[in-house]
């Protein structure tokens, strides 16, 4: 177990590191590219303020993804029930589109529900366990199992019809 | 490998080879956002921190219960609640060291014993939230930890009474959840969901198809409103309720247990034909 006393420059070195998933997760939760940003911004300051909560080092990812996480929700909340048209025309099919074009896996999972856009993206793209998603998104393993079985044969599904 | 680890493999494989759309300047965003953290008022907080607590600890945890003035001032305004439901005092208890703090301002209700025993449970479960918050302190090490505690008096009426606690409970994420407390001032009685229904009622199986029902309902009327159906298996059968303005039956679930925590505190109002027939 490492002790944490993040610097501001090893702070700064581990976000840039995780930059990726932290928009991954925000994305897969908002669907909006502008919110995700806005969100990835605030639970950095956030983040950061609060460094000393985190313990071990090596939790870092999932600390701040956690953070994150919450970030996201609270923008739900504030939007809720709007949808932006323009991101959802991202999902939907073009006019005129080539449909024998592959669908790509990113675009199988922002097909998918809500609460399993997040569990299959922590999953799949970003590699954490079934026990670091429960504790990023504050469900049981139970729900997080349940939902990436969903997810799965839901991709399984969108993936095999092309 | 069976059939899922496959499939597993191949997702795994497809999301590190294939591109993934980040936004034009996203990364230098995360740049920017991280130059401009400010170091110095996380280090001096660092510094000074343990003898803080220490002292704030000692000096705030046996300060209960308080008064404060500013609740004194607002049960000036209070008027009488009801007949045999007084609201005699704030209770207030605060605690702040800079890294956790807490606002817990609950009342005593006097005039009856159906008003001094909801007190009691307020009391009960409100001292049960500051000795988790106690205990939360002292193995937090450096860590944030919030604590609030607010109440409303959501119906007094010539016959029934309710109050709502309402907690938030903050540590990296927030948690709100509520207790709802009723007097069926006809009878003098403190309530609770099952004292409505008959004993031999299965009011629980009645209430908990309805809320899957609406569940289903709103979630295909509206893409953005998330439930989860699949874990929700019944209600407790001492769910939290309070009756609406309309008098309907509304059901009360704290935040994370059947929707995502996007959906806060959901609620169900439940048509009164759905335990018309179960009622005492």
């Keep these: ?162 | 490998m069976d059939r899922f680890d496959e499939f597993d493999e191949i997702l795994r494989e497809r999301a590190k080879q294939e591109p993934f759309p980040l936004p034009e300047d996203y990364a230098g965003r995360v740049f920017r956002t991280c130059a401009a953290l400010e170091d110095a008022p996380a280090k001096r907080r660092h510094a000074s921190r343990w003898a803080g607590v220490a002292a704030a600890v000692l000096a705030l945890f046996i300060a209960v219960p308080n008064v404060s003035p500013a609740a004194a001032a607002a049960l000036a305004e209070v008027p009488v609640l009801g007949t045999i439901v007084e609201l005699v005092i704030f209770r207030s208890w605060t605690y702040d060291d800079g890294h956790a703090s807490a606002d817990v301002t609950v009342p005593e209700l006097d005039g009856s014993a159906a008003a001094r025993e909801v007190s009691d449970q307020v009391r009960a479960y409100t001292d049960q939230l500051i000795a988790r918050f106690q205990a939360d302190c002292e193995t937090l090490g450096e860590g944030y930890k919030g604590l609030d505690v607010a109440s409303a008096v959501v119906t007094d009426s010539d016959t029934w009474f309710t109050l709502r606690v309402d907690a938030t409970e903050t540590q990296a994420s927030g948690y709100e959840f509520s207790r709802f407390y009723h007097i069926d001032k006809t009878t003098g009685q403190v309530v609770t969901l099952a004292d409505l229904f008959r004993e031999d009622a299965d009011y629980v199986t009645a209430l908990s198809g309805e809320v899957l029902r609406q569940m289903e309902e709103r979630m295909a009327a509206d893409e953005s409103v998330r439930y989860f159906p699949e874990e929700f298996t019944a209600i407790d059968p001492q769910q939290n309720f309070y009756f609406n303005g309309e008098g309907e039956l509304v059901l009360v679930f704290d935040e994370y247990t059947i929707a995502p925590g996007s959906m806060g505190m959901p609620e169900f109002t439940i048509p009164a034909e759905v335990y018309g027939g179960l009622l005492k």
């Design chain 1, 1 to 162: 177990m490492m002790q944490a006393k993040l610097d501001k420059d090893t702070f700064s070195a581990l976000v840039i590191q995780n930059q990726e998933t932290l928009f991954h997760t925000a994305k897969a939760i908002l669907r909006s590219d502008e919110d995700a940003e806005d969100a990835v911004q605030e639970a950095i300051c956030a983040a950061f303020e609060r460094r000393e909560s985190l313990r071990e080092a090596d939790k870092f990812r999932p600390w701040l993804l956690r953070i994150l996480v919450n970030k996201c929700y609270d923008t739900c909340r504030r939007r809720r029930p709007t949808v932006d048209l323009e991101d959802v025309a991202d999902y939907l099919p073009a006019k005129g589109e080539d449909h024998t074009e592959r669908l790509t896996l990113w675009q199988a999972v922002m097909a998918l529900g809500g609460d399993l856009r997040a569990v299959v993206t922590l999953f799949y793209y970003d590699g954490l366990s079934i026990r670091e998603i429960s504790g990023v998104l504050g469900i049981s393993e139970a729900a997080v199992k349940t939902r990436l079985s969903r997810g799965r044969a839901k991709l399984r599904q969108l993936l095999e019809e092309e």
